[in-house]
């Protein structure tokens, strides 16, 4: 049975809230003040750049920032044997790389209005169409026109914490285009 200490022993055994309960209303979430972005209710609350945001004609594309299996953050990225091993690319639905005329291995550019970054296109049926992903952790190694060739998914995710405090690394939009 969840949550059976609590439910038979609440008084020693309380949750790691204020009031000691499952709390449903919570009262430090509502002296934030600030409602539609942080409700005291659990409720949805569309990201910043999503599908309703208003973007979507220009930038389709939902960028995740998942973690390498082959690096611990930025660590080992300059490795050639770790490059080797798992090139650095952007995954793409064969879906989204159809309309696109981007096959496996092609050259591509993930942009949006913060930035541009050159990297592979991997085409893989292991990501939802609408959707790519670039491994975080790459270092930020821009050419003389500004183009990131490194792969760093934060030229392109927006630079502040999401009202609730956590990165925005998983809340941008952008374009992919074969080069």
């Given at each position: ?54 973007l ?18 930025s ?46 296109g ?58």
């Amino acid at each position: 049975m969840a949550f059976r200490q609590q439910i038979t022993s609440p008084e020693k055994h309380k949750f790691p809230t204020p009031s000691g309960k499952i709390e449903i209303y919570c009262e430090r979430i509502a002296a934030y003040n600030r409602p539609a972005e942080l409700p005291p209710v659990p409720q949805y609350v569309a990201g910043w750049e999503d599908a309703e945001a208003g973007l979507s004609s220009e930038y389709p594309l939902q960028l995740i920032t998942t973690h390498s299996r082959k690096r611990i953050h930025s660590q080992l990225h300059t490795s050639q044997w770790h490059r080797n091993m798992e090139p650095h690319a952007v995954w793409i639905n064969p879906v989204d790389a159809a309309a696109r005329n981007i096959s496996d291995g092609d050259t591509v550019e993930v942009f949006n209005r913060r930035g541009t970054v050159r990297i592979v296109g991997r085409v893989t049926e292991r990501i939802m169409p609408g959707v790519v992903s670039i491994y975080e952790g790459a270092w930020y190694e821009p050419d003389t026109s500004g183009v990131d060739r490194g792969g760093c998914a934060n030229t392109l995710t927006r630079d502040e914490h999401s009202p609730g405090g956590a990165f925005c690394s998983n809340t941008t939009l952008v374009q992919v285009v074969n080069r």
